[in-house]
């Protein structure tokens, strides 16, 4: 009788460490590396039926080189992904492109140079 006692609290324990939220369980702590500077142009976008603009200003002194991509609606419709421009610091680009018809997104990648 006193072995299956235990063995009943032993499955209540079991069931309920495993019926824990994955957030109650404690995970390795992951140190991520500290930039020591600020990155990364803030851009701007504008669509206007089948057109993009976007303008991107860096405040920072790191030059970014930022790129346009644009995702068409028609799957007919080539996607593009502009070349890469260099904004120096202090310094606003625009980015261009089109669409034959519709734009589905767009977005601006950043990367540093």
């Given at each position: 009788?006193?072995?299956?006692s235990?063995?009943?609290?032993?499955?209540?324990?079991?069931?309920?460490?495993?019926?824990?939220?994955?957030?109650?369980?404690?995970?390795?702590?992951?140190?991520?590396?500290?930039?020591?500077?600020?990155?990364?142009?803030?851009?701007?976008?504008?669509?206007?039926?089948s057109?993009?603009?976007?303008?991107?200003?860096?405040?920072?002194?790191?030059?970014?080189?930022?790129?346009?991509?644009?995702?068409?609606?028609?799957?007919?419709?080539?996607?593009?992904?502009?070349?890469?421009?260099?904004?120096?610091?202090?310094?606003?680009?625009?980015?261009?492109?089109?669409?034959?018809?519709?734009?589905?997104?767009?977005?601006?990648?950043?990367?540093?140079?």
């Amino acid at each position: 009788m006193r072995l299956s006692s235990s063995l009943a609290s032993l499955t209540v324990a079991l069931a309920l460490v495993l019926s824990l939220p994955c957030e109650a369980v404690p995970h390795a702590r992951v140190k991520r590396p500290v930039s020591a500077q600020p990155f990364g142009a803030e851009c701007r976008t504008r669509t206007t039926g089948s057109h993009v603009t976007a303008y991107c200003h860096n405040p920072y002194p790191g030059t970014d080189r930022v790129s346009l991509h644009i995702e068409c609606d028609q799957w007919w419709d080539i996607d593009t992904d502009g070349a890469p421009v260099d904004t120096g610091p202090a310094m606003t680009v625009r980015l261009t492109g089109r669409c034959w018809e519709n734009v589905r997104s767009v977005w601006i990648s950043h990367q540093p140079a």
